[in-house]
């Protein structure tokens, strides 16, 4: 343990040489939590639309009336020249343009059906899709509200609608910064870990004094945990900072244990630094060993790991995959904490898992690593 301690003390004392480094390193992580957790929202606010009313009457007024009064769409637009639609959508200026009828309020008046056109801008698929989910609701709101009113007139009971009671658990508000917050800190912690363990050994390599390490009584394990254990702290600094960022800025707190939080961190870290230092080992140069260690985080974790697309939605090949990737259980355990107050009793696979990953890298690692020139 004295060894241990000794290259552990060294590689502090190296951090602390650097004060702009370390400044970064411990920066860093909030400011692309705050960059990120602000540019990714799934929150559909403020649909823009046109219309293109051909009818002008008291129906249709009520219709934009409707979807300007249901909070989510906000009227840019009224279009009198037909051609006037196509630059819209063409110039991306609004999500779609809603198109009445002529004649649409004596269809109406008489009970005949009648068709309204809604022109999508399909290019953004994603919004388009929520988009039109809350057009079709929207539509069939008031199409239920014209039901009734005919049916009052003709002196008869208006028929009753099937009535559904949604009640949404552990995001009531369907706030995105619940759902991606917890997200960015698993990712950003699984990049800045490997990152800052990436040069640990080639860079004893590049500066000479490889060779005192070499002929120095510490063994591999030893050098192996002392060269992680002070980016261990570093690292660790970095996720009390997130956790404080998600809470001031974004309101996003953990509802269930923060101590498991923290607990699984340090596994989920010493996995993450142990990656570094596998490719510290492999690598020749500092600027090889941090590419690797950006490709072999940034993408996988972004991508892969059930952060942007849901796992069960992939080919069964990458699914397959990702099981193979720490963030994927990590990102299972942290928002679980934080949504649904998952305690061990639930989440003791993923703790196990990450536990036998933090293993078998940093052993890996110590083997990796020879001591020899």
């Not at 692309?32 to 009818?55: H, K, P, Q």
């Not at 309101?251 to 498991?260: E, W």
């Not at 990656?275 to 492999?282: A, E, K, N, P, R």
């Not at 099981?323 to 904490?337: A, V």
């Amino acid at each position: 343990m004295r060894r241990t301690l000794a290259v552990a003390r060294a590689e502090w004392i190296h951090n602390l040489r650097d004060p702009r480094s370390l400044f970064v390193i411990l920066a860093l992580p909030v400011l692309l939590l705050l960059l990120y957790g602000y540019g990714i929202n799934y929150d559909l606010r403020d649909i823009t639309f046109a219309v293109y009313d051909l009818d002008d009457s008291e129906v249709s007024r009520d219709i934009i009336q409707s979807f300007i009064q249901s909070g989510y769409f906000k009227l840019t637009e009224v279009i009198t020249d037909d051609r006037r639609v196509r630059d819209l959508l063409d110039g991306n200026r609004v999500v779609f343009v809603l198109v009445l009828p002529p004649n649409l309020q004596g269809a109406l008046g008489a009970g005949r059906p009648a068709d309204v056109q809604v022109l999508i801008n399909g290019v953004e698929t994603t919004r388009a899709s929520a988009a039109q989910g809350y057009i079709d609701a929207a539509l069939a709101r008031y199409s239920q509200t014209l039901i009734a009113d005919y049916a009052r007139r003709q002196g008869i009971s208006p028929p009753q609608p099937l009535t559904v009671h949604s009640t949404i658990l552990y995001n009531p508000g369907l706030s995105s910064s619940s759902f991606i917050v917890p997200g960015l800190i698993a990712i950003l912690v699984a990049i800045l870990s490997a990152l800052l363990t990436s040069t640990a050994i080639v860079r004893e390599r590049e500066w000479g004094s490889f060779e005192t390490l070499v002929t120095s009584p510490v063994q591999a394990p030893n050098i192996m945990i002392g060269k992680i254990l002070p980016y261990v702290a570093i690292a660790f600094v970095d996720v009390l900072l997130s956790v404080l960022t998600g809470v001031l800025v974004f309101h996003v707190v953990p509802v269930g244990s923060v101590a498991l939080l923290l607990g699984v961190s340090f596994l989920y870290l010493l996995a993450s630094l142990a990656t570094g230092i596998l490719f510290s080992t492999v690598a020749r140069t500092q600027q090889l060993a941090i590419l690797v260690a950006m490709l072999s985080t940034l993408l996988p974790t972004i991508l892969l790991s059930g952060f942007v697309f849901p796992i069960r939605s992939m080919p069964l090949p990458l699914r397959i995959v990702s099981q193979f990737l720490p963030p994927t259980h990590f990102l299972i355990i942290i928002r679980s904490i934080y949504l649904k107050a998952g305690g061990l009793a639930v989440l003791w696979p993923q703790v196990l898992i990450l536990a036998l990953f933090a293993f078998v890298l940093v052993t890996l690692a110590a083997k990796r690593f020879k001591k020899r020139l």
